[in-house]
């Protein structure tokens, strides 16, 4: 008898789902799951060792090794045989972050450096928590968002990070990181339970 497979806690969400090699059309798909995908981004993108990773996919370390043992299978059986490769998205939870001045209405005045954090977790189409901080580069001496957002974001598992103006630098590292950026001066309440 089979035993029952845990639940696993899956926090990234891939921003394409589909890849396809230009010269060649395969017939063949090749589809990672979603535990697949938060494996690779937990390792590979952010570079935790296995035990740090298990614990945050709240699996074993024998299981996380086997997940991601056949999710790296997948993407090399892809890129070296020129087959498409789909990524299963089936994410329960996704967190937005945004900044302001505002404590009460987070919406508008968006910017790196506003006084407050805000973030939303979204769970089927609807914000489920609301919390918000006060950002740390306003009490941190020469903070650089670079280094300490992109980190705090990662921490929080943030999917997405709303704001009217980015620098280049931080923009590439919270890529680097799997959160993407959304360029809006305001966002509303319907915006944010659409992103999802």
């Not at 230009?22 to 935790?48: G, N, Q, R």
């Not at 709240?58 to 043992?69: D, H, L, N, Y």
């Not at 790296?72 to 967190?95: I, M, P």
Request: hydrophobic share 40%; glycine share 4%; with cysteine.
């Amino acid at each position: 008898m089979a035993r029952h497979k845990s639940k696993r806690s899956i926090s990234f969400r891939p921003l394409c789902n589909d890849f396809s090699p230009k010269e060649h059309t395969s017939s063949e798909t090749i589809t990672l799951l979603a535990e697949e995908v938060e494996a690779l981004y937990l390792m590979d993108l952010l570079e935790l060792y296995q035990e740090e990773a298990a614990l945050k996919m709240e699996v074993s370390r024998p299981t996380f090794a086997r997940i991601i043992k056949s999710a790296r299978n997948k993407v090399a059986l892809a890129l070296l045989g020129g087959k498409a490769l789909h990524l299963e998205n089936s994410k329960e939870r996704y967190v937005i972050a945004l900044c302001s001045e505002n404590s009460t209405s987070p919406y508008s005045g968006l910017s790196p450096k506003s006084k407050y954090i805000h973030f939303f977790t979204l769970e089927q189409h609807q914000i489920s928590e609301h919390h918000m901080i006060e950002n740390p580069l306003l009490l941190l001496h020469n903070a650089k968002p670079s280094l300490t957002l992109s980190e705090l974001f990662v921490n929080q598992r943030v999917n997405v990070f709303v704001t009217s103006a980015i620098g280049q630098g931080f923009k590439s590292t919270l890529s680097t990181k799997g959160v993407f950026v959304l360029l809006k001066e305001t966002i509303t309440e319907n915006e944010i339970t659409a992103l999802w």
